[in-house]
């Protein structure tokens, strides 16, 4: 992975203060958003999207680990998230607790299997457990298979918040949102966050100097998956539906696409490539099955023109940390 992180500069308080100037322009951006008139359901979608694709960053930016299987974390808590809300009645803070939950438990297992494997490796065993998820729940009688979980309620939140009001459940999003994306802020800035680092520019000498990195590995992983079953939980409320789709090997293809176009180890750069993505698939959509090859010709074009990402160009040009 050195090849699209060796530009990455080191943590200093003059980088961390441009990151937190970045962070705040973004809360004030967001928080502004149901004033502008923009379409709520799009920016909570991406909302969701862009804090699944932070997490993925989390593992395969810092830590070195490409995973193919990211969706099955995403999937796998909006199913639990959506039957606890329907079935069990659960109030909207224990059902995204379920969900977050199940994405854990999840990310424990399947990290267990896959983290002692590396390379391509990894990233097909990670493909093979998604893809086995999927056919459980085509199968599993609580998913409805083909037709998933649909009408969930999206209740009162503490008994105090009506999710049925968009921008109150705009701002609860924003806030989940929010509070995920400054905990893996707070995680790539930690000690172990060097260490991660470490791993992922030189495994073998990370090991020399003593590290556990199977352990270091394993605890991302599980960190990344965790956070991926908080968006997964989140989209619920959103959608009002789970279903197949975010279980899919194509989810994960997209959550690799939005991290790339954004930036490849920037903080910012999910976030970007997922509102470009979302974009792309809400404003494009009148072109049907096209959306797909154009999305194809964008990262194309994108690869061949900005190796580092839309904000790691940003960032390589300004020599800033973003």
């Known amino acids: 992975m050195t090849t699209l992180t060796d530009d990455t500069l080191p943590v200093t308080p003059r980088a961390m203060r441009d990151e937190m100037i970045v962070f705040a322009v973004m809360a004030l951006l967001l928080a502004a958003v149901p004033f502008t008139g923009v379409y709520p359901f ?108 649909q009408g969930i309620p999206q209740g009162r939140m503490f008994g105090v918040l009506d999710l049925s009001k968009p921008t109150v459940l705009y701002y609860v999003v924003l806030v989940g949102f929010l509070a995920g994306f400054l905990l893996i802020f707070r995680i790539i800035n930690s000690p172990f966050g060097e260490v991660l680092k470490s791993i992922r520019e030189n495994e073998q000498r990370a090991i020399s100097l003593g590290y556990r990195t199977d352990q270091y590995k394993f605890l991302a992983f599980v960190l990344s998956g965790t956070l991926a079953g908080l968006a997964g939980a989140l989209k619920v409320f959103v959608a009002q539906n789970a279903s197949l789709t975010d279980v899919h090997w194509t989810m994960s293809g997209e959550v690799v696409l939005m991290t790339l176009v954004g930036g490849l180890g920037t903080v910012f750069g999910p976030v970007v490539g997922a509102f470009v993505i979302i974009a792309m698939q809400q404003y494009l959509a009148g072109f049907g099955q096209w959306v797909t090859v154009i999305q194809g010709a964008i990262f194309v074009v994108c690869v061949l023109t900005f190796r580092r990402g839309v904000v790691g160009e940003i960032a390589h040009y300004f020599r800033r940390s973003l």
């Open 42 to 149: 799009f920016v909570m979608q991406a909302l969701c999207f862009a804090l699944l694709a932070c997490a993925f960053n989390l593992l395969v930016g810092y830590g070195g680990l490409l995973s193919f299987g990211h969706a099955m974390f995403l999937g796998t808590a909006g199913y639990c998230s959506a039957h606890a809300l329907k079935v069990w009645a659960l109030p909207p803070e224990l059902g995204i607790l379920v969900g977050v939950a199940a994405a854990f438990v999840l990310s424990i297992v399947t990290g267990y299997i896959s983290i002692r494997r590396q390379g391509i490796y990894f990233s097909m065993i990670t493909l093979a457990l998604s893809q086995l998820l999927y056919f459980i729940y085509l199968q599993a009688p609580f998913t409805h298979g083909e037709d998933g979980i």
